[in-house]
C-alpha cells in the first residue's frame, strides 16, 4: 500500500492500526485525528483537538521524562514497537544460529513502497552516511572534474567527496544555501555548473538550519545538464513525505534512526536502476555478485543488493521496517504537517523575542521539524548550556559555518508545551 492510500484511510482505522502497535489504549478513539490533509498549519490554526492522539503516540517512545528530547536531528529515539522487533528476531535468530538474510526479500519491497522505487534500487546500509560514502567513492570521476554541494553539507554528506578531491583530484564546489527561496538555491548551484561538472549533490534538508532543497527542481535541472544528482536524505526519511521516482534523483541516502524511529545502525541506500551500472561498488564480497565463478567468471548482483557485502544484521533491519510500518500507519503527510506545525509556532515564538534571530526559513513550505536559531551576543554553548542544565531541554548546538546557533528538533513525541519551554528558558537568557 503507498503511503497515499495510508492518508485517506479513515481516522479511525488509522488510529486502531496505531493501537496495533502496543502501547496505545484503545480508548483513545474517541480523539482520533481528523484524516490527514496535507496542509501546512497557520499560527492560528494549530490542530489542539488532536492532543490526545499525540499523547498517545507519545508513548509509543521509550523517551525518560526525566529531560525534554529535542535532537531528533541527530539521533532519532526507536519506537518500543522497532525495539521490541529487532529483540524478538535477535532471539528467534540466534537460538538456531541462522542469519535470516532470507528476510531481506520482505524488507527490501516494503523499503522500496516506503521510498516510492523499485526493490531492485534499494540496499540497506549502517548509516546515511555508509549511503553517500558508496555513492561518492562509486561514481567514475578523472582529476579536474567537479562535484557540486552546499556549504551546509553534513560531514557525513561533504567528506566521502573530500576524500575523492584529496586522493583523486576532482575539484569540489560548494554553495551557501539560500534559506528564503527554493529558486535562489536551484540559481545558487545553475552558477556553479561548467562544462567539468559532473556531480550535483544537496540535503533533502539541511542539517545545520533545516532548510528543504528544492529536490525535484534540481533533479530536471541536472537531467537537462546531463548530471548525476544524489539527495542525502538522512534529515528527510521519516519527517517528510515524498516519493523518489517523482523527485527523480539518481541516488538518494538515508538513515533509520533519525526522524524514522529504526534502531541506531540502520540506513537506506536508493539507487535509480539506470544508474546502478553508473555507481560501482567499492566494497565487495559474497552478494555482491550475479554469476561467479573462479577464475574467470564475475557480474555483479544485477540489483542494488551488490552495495551489501557480507553477512549482515538482519535484525535492525526488521526493525526499521516496523518504524516504516509505524509511520505509515500515522500517515507521512500528517507526520510532516504535526512537526512543521510544532516548528513554525516554536519560531514564530522565538523571532518575537527581542535579541533573537531565527535561522530557519520563515517560509513554511522550506522548512520541515527542525528550528535554529541564535541569541545575539551570546554563544551557542552558553545557551545550549542553559537550557540543558536548566530545564533539562536536550538540543544541539550548530557550531558550523560560524553559525553560532541551536537548533531544535521537534518530532512526533514532542509537544506544543516542549516549544514553550524552549521559548521560556531562552528568554531567561535575553533580561
Ligand atoms: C544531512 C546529514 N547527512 C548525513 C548525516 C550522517 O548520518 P549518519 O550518522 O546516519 O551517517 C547527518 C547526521 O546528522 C545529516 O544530518
Request: negative net charge.
Given at each position: ?73 541527530g539521533l532519532g529515539p526507536a519506537t518500543y514497537a522497532a525495539l521490541d522487533a529487532m529483540r524478538a528476531a535477535q532471539m528467534e535468530l540466534q537460538r538456531i544460529s541462522e542469519h535470516g538474510h532470507s528476510r531481506f526479500r520482505r524488507i527490501r519491497e516494503s523499503a522500496a513502497a516506503f521510498l516510492g522505487v523499485g526493490a531492485d534500487e534499494v540496499a540497506f546500509m549502517r548509516n546515511a552516511t555508509e549511503g553517500n560514502a558508496t555513492i561518492a ?295
Open positions: 500500500m503507498s503511503n497515499d492510500e495510508h492518508n485517506i484511510i479513515p481516522s479511525r482505522r488509522r488510529f486502531v492500526q496505531l493501537a496495533a502497535f502496543g502501547a496505545i489504549g484503545l480508548n483513545g478513539c474517541a480523539v482520533a485525528p481528523a484524516s490527514g490533509a496535507a496542509t501546512v498549519p497557520t499560527p492560528g490554526d494549530w490542530p489542539e483537538a488532536d492532543d490526545e492522539f499525540w499523547k498517545m503516540v507519545r508513548r509509543q517512545y521509550p523517551l525518560t521524562r526525566e529531560r525534554t528530547y529535542l535532537n531528533t536531528g567513492s562509486g561514481i567514475k570521476l578523472s582529476a579536474g572534474d567537479e562535484v557540486i554541494f552546499e556549504s551546509h553539507a553534513h560531514p557525513g554528506g561533504a567528506i566521502p567527496w573530500m576524500t575523492r578531491q584529496k586522493e583523486d583530484g576532482i575539484r569540489v564546489k560548494i554553495f551557501d544555501p539560500d534559506p528564503s527561496s527554493a529558486d535562489g538555491n536551484l540559481e545558487r548551484i545553475a552558477s556553479l555548473i561548467t562544462p567539468r561538472t559532473r556531480v550535483v549533490q544537496v540535503s533533502h534538508i539541511t542539517a545545520p538550519t533545516g532548510i528543504v532543497m528544492p529536490v525535484a527542481d534540481i533533479a530536471k535541472l541536472c537531467r537537462d545538464r546531463g548530471l548525476y544528482f544524489h539527495v542525502d536524505g538522512a534529515q528527510s526519511c521519516g519527517a517528510i513525505p515524498f516519493n523518489l521516482r517523482d523527485i527523480g534523483c539518481d541516488s538518494y541516502a538515508a538513515c533509520g534512526h533519525k526522524w524514522l524511529g529504526a534502531p541506531h545502525g540502520t540506513g537506506l541506500l536508493y539507487v535509480r536502476r539506470e544508474r546502478l551500472d553508473d555507481v560501482v561498488p567499492t566494497e565487495v564480497g559474497a552478494y555482491s555478485n550475479g554469476d561467479y565463478e573462479l577464475p574467470s567468471t564475475f557480474d555483479y548482483n544485477d540489483t542494488a543488493q551488490r552495495y551489501e557485502p557480507g553477512t549482515r544484521d538482519v535484525t535492525s533491519v526488521i526493525g526499521m521496517q516496523t518504524a516504516m510500518e509505524f509511520m505509515t500507519s500515522i500517515g507521512m503527510d500528517r507526520v510532516a504537517e504535526y512537526t512543521r506545525g510544532l516548528g513554525v509556532y516554536l519560531q514564530e515564538q522565538l523571532a518575537a523575542l527581542d535579541g533573537v534571530e531565527v535561522l530557519t526559513p520563515a517560509d513554511p513550505m522550506l522548512r520541515g521539524g527542525m528550528t535554529t536559531y541564535k541569541i545575539r551576543g551570546t554563544k551557542y554553548d552558553d545557551l545550549y548550556r542553559h537550557l540543558f542544565n536548566n530545564h533539562r531541554l536536550r538540543c544541539r548546538v550548530v557550531s558550523e559555518q560560524g553559525l553560532d546557533a541551536l537548533r531544535v528538533s521537534t518530532h512526533i513525541f514532542n509537544s506544543k508545551a516542549d516549544c514553550d519551554r524552549v521559548v521560556e528558558g531562552t528568554r531567561e537568557l535575553l533580561v
